[in-house]
């Protein structure tokens, strides 16, 4: 979704380098600005690369960015993904709305002493993606003719892509992609109250025992070809909050 801040308007974008306390993105691919303007009429804030656990960075400084927009006032958070594909029916390129996730790392932003000023204690989950928002975006796919899958994304650690039997791991707890990422903006994002919607790129599929090897460079092109209809997504979703 990188792509993205090339649409807005107005667009000031200032580096991570320049932000106090703001990790710097180490993945290719991750530009690394924070972006304020207009998309779809309303102002947002576009973060042009993500920081990720398995880059060595804690928790909370995974998540820090998400506490920033919640002090600049931002009241909806969507996020996208590039993820691995088990289920039988996604090909490479397709988007997958998420519905759900299952949570396999081995730490979650929210331990520790609470602050009860951003979030209570014990943060509710049983609707962590906006069903609201989910619906909106599926009406805007069938207006628009553009093919959107739904599914649960399970979420772990890296950086390593997973083993044919972490496929099958993933297939058996009811997902039908896995990342390294998402999970813990998404936990810090419920507990500061703000609604969540979140896509992921199928960037590569592990079927059964037929599991292609895949490199970053690979992942890169397959999300590339989803591009134009995340952005078109994503853009007519905003138009309509």
Known sequence: MGDLANHIEEAKAIPYSD?????????AGHKGNLVFGKLGGKQVVVMQGRFHFYEGYGMKEVTFPVRVMKALGVKTLILSNAAGGVNPEFSVGDIMLIEDHVNLFPENPLRGPNDERLGTRFPDMSEAYSKR???????IARRDGIMLREGAYLGWQGPTFETPKEYQLVRLLGCSACGMSTVPEVIVARHAQMEVFALSVITNCAIGKEIAEVSHEEVQT???LAQQNMTHLVTELIKEL
Do not use: Q
């Open 19 to 27: 932000i106090p306390n703001f990790p710097v993105s180490t993945v």
């Open 222 to 224: 397959a999300a590339k």
């Open 133 to 139: 928002l989910r619906n909106l975006a599926k009406d």
